[in-house]
């Protein structure tokens, strides 16, 4: 579906245009054409495949979609990918992007994901002086909306796995703490999937050779590296907490499975010491002492009650029951 079809000129808006117009446009050097597609058709993808001259390999892969983070060069235009990463309840959705970016024009292809670039459009019209940039300008305005949007997704991990490390110690379900723990690793190695790569893609677009629609804007490309190793680190962080508070949980619940264990041998002991009386006087021997003795039954009782009492004094001081 065409989102908006739109050209500039010395960084201001000229008019909303017709994919058939498109051609007339680009051809003339002053101006650029900015279009954005949702989930297009392929015969939407083969009209802009024809008008801007796209390469054959970028647009199957945007066909297709599934792709690894990435910008690539193709002769003098670049075609980067980017995950859009976004929460929904306590599952993470995740949409993708594919940018053509030309010397005159971007071609966005938006995928799998509600969220748009409205608000994109509206801050580069209303910095005409940086939209005069062209081009480049805009694929640094999408990149960095893309990159912003990962820190609520990463703020709202960080606070589910500070709400699963208080259960560690206040609730005694540790497997069902250990499903969340594991649930919330995935959803980071999701997060770190989308960044890793852009991070290596991005650290070209400003250092070294410079792609030219990215020349004059690698400053501002650098600040969307920066944000990009502020994630990655932060990320990395996280992921450690998870795999300490995961050996946490289970040193909880060795620890639970010890007391039970220690009190399973505490009773053990309680039952065993009448059952070891009870047994000796059980046999059927002819010439036992206290056989024939009136008092032999309630002290024979009382001696278990006697040693089963004092271990239960023992085992509680102990701390075993």
């Not at 003339?28 to 993808?45: I, N, Y």
């Not at 297709?64 to 990918?81: C, D, M, N």
């Not at 999408?142 to 990962?150: G, K, P, Q, S, T």
């Not at 190695?189 to 804007?217: D, F, N, S």
Request: hydrophobic share 45%.
């Amino acid at each position: 579906m065409l989102i908006n079809c739109v050209a500039y000129q010395d960084g201001r808006k000229l008019a909303d245009i017709q994919p058939s117009e498109i051609r007339a446009y680009v051809s003339r050097p002053e101006c650029f054409v900015w279009v954005a597609l949702l989930e297009p058709t392929p015969e939407e993808l083969d009209t802009m495949q024809a008008e801007f001259d796209l390469h054959p390999l970028a647009v199957e892969d945007a066909r297709h979609g599934h792709q690894r983070p990435k910008i690539e060069e193709y002769g003098e235009s670049l075609f980067a990918v980017l995950h859009l990463v976004e929460v929904e309840g306590t599952d993470l959705s995740v949409g993708e992007v594919a940018v053509f970016v030309g010397t005159n024009y971007v071609l966005s292809v938006r995928s799998h994901s509600e969220r748009g670039f409205v608000d994109v459009r509206a801050r580069c019209e209303r910095e005409p002086e940086l939209l005069r940039h062209g081009s480049g300008f805009v694929l640094y305005a999408i990149m960095d909306a893309v990159v912003d949007r990962y820190f609520p997704v990463l703020d709202a991990l960080e606070v589910e796995l500070d709400a699963i490390e208080r259960r560690i110690f206040a609730s005694r379900d540790n497997r069902a703490i250990n499903e969340a723990l594991y649930s919330l690793k995935q959803k980071l190695m999701t997060l770190k999937h989308a960044i890793g790569p852009l991070l290596e893609a991005t650290g070209k677009l400003y250092g070294g050779r410079v792609p030219q629609q990215c020349i004059r804007l690698q400053d501002y490309f650098r600040d969307v590296y920066d944000h990009l190793i502020r994630l990655n680190q932060s990320i990395d962080a996280a992921r450690e907490m998870v795999t300490t508070a995961i050996s946490v949980n289970l040193s909880q619940l060795t620890i639970q499975e010890n007391e039970v264990t220690k009190r399973l041998a505490a009773y053990a002991a309680l039952v065993a010491v009448p059952t070891m009386v009870a047994g000796i006087y059980g046999m059927n021997f002819q010439h036992m002492p206290e056989l024939g003795w009136s008092y032999g039954y309630p002290v024979a009782v009382g001696i278990m009650f006697a040693i089963d009492g004092y271990l239960f004094y023992r085992f509680r001081k102990a701390k075993w029951l």
